[in-house]
T-cell receptor, first 116, second 117 residues
Framework: AQSVTQLGSHVSVSEGALVLLRCNYS??????LFWYVQYPNQGLQLLLK??????LVKGINGFEAEFKKSETSFHLTKPSAHMSDAAEYFC??????????????FGKGTKLSVKP | EAGVVQSPRYKIIEKKQPVAFWCNPI?????LYWYLQNLGQGPELLIR????????DSQLPKDRFSAERLKGVDSTLKIQPAELGDSAVYLC???????????????FGPGTRLTVL
């Protein structure tokens, strides 16, 4: 069965600093991986997704993630944090490969705080 | 384009009372999802519809939870009777599932925050 583990429930960075949010996955088949962002009192919004086309995936708002099969990781990064990046971030894996639409299995989330 | 609409945004009820949540997906999206999000946790799937058919309801507690998606558009999730442990955010999402291949993007509504007293 597929699963994801997000290391660190809370990450704090200074404005302008590197953002690194960690996600490790477990999957018996080649995975589809996603990062979502959730702002307070809002639904989740897709940041980026990995679908086996390229290992370095660029998303919205300057975020990117690199798929590393050897490390079973899909960490999310942004070179320079902005105050508006403060939110909760969720890593997710699809529980099927190809074929029919799968369900998303989410991690517990990492809350990002950005200090001025 | 309008996003996924959910109502109410907030609901406070006493335990043992019934409650219902409504979701209007993005126009044309054939797949609809209901998720449960507990505080400090990621969303967990309750039920997934493809058009009118519930194709995955394995995580729906059927003794007290029910859902319907009439005409393959709007959906309602009901809890009867509610328990204290049902306090959470209930999220609705929709997607357009087409050809076989990579999963389609799911678009989420803002959720309904339920408080059971």
């Amino acid at each position: 069965a597929q699963s994801v583990t997000q290391l660190g429930s809370h990450v704090s960075v200074s404005e302008g600093a590197l953002v690194l949010l960690r996600c490790n996955y477990s999957s018996s088949v080649p995975p589809y991986l996603f990062w979502y962002v959730q702002y307070p009192n809002q639904g989740l919004q897709l940041l980026l997704k990995y679908t086996s086309a390229a290992t370095l995936v660029k998303g919205i708002n300057g975020f990117e993630a690199e798929f590393k099969k050897s490390e079973t990781s899909f960490h999310l990064t942004k070179p320079s944090a902005h105050m508006s990046d403060a939110a909760e971030y969720f890593c997710a894996v699809s529980d099927t490969y190809g074929g029919s639409q799968g369900n998303l299995i989410f991690g517990k989330g990492t809350k990002l705080s950005v200090k001025p | 384009e309008a996003g996924v609409v959910q109502s109410p945004r907030y609901k406070i009820i006493e335990k043992k009372q019934p409650v219902a949540f409504w979701c209007n997906p993005i126009s044309g999206h054939n797949t609809l999802y209901w998720y449960l999000q507990n505080l400090g946790q990621g969303p967990e799937l309750l039920i997934r519809y493809e058009n009118e058919e519930a194709v995955d309801d394995s995580q729906l507690p059927k003794d007290r939870f029910s859902a319907e998606r009439l005409k393959g558009v709007d959906s309602t999730l009901k809890i009867q009777p509610a328990e204290l442990g049902d306090s959470a955010v209930y999220l609705c999402a929709s997607s357009l599932v087409g050809v076989r291949g990579a999963p389609s993007e799911q678009f989420f509504g803002p959720g309904t925050r339920l408080t059971v007293l």
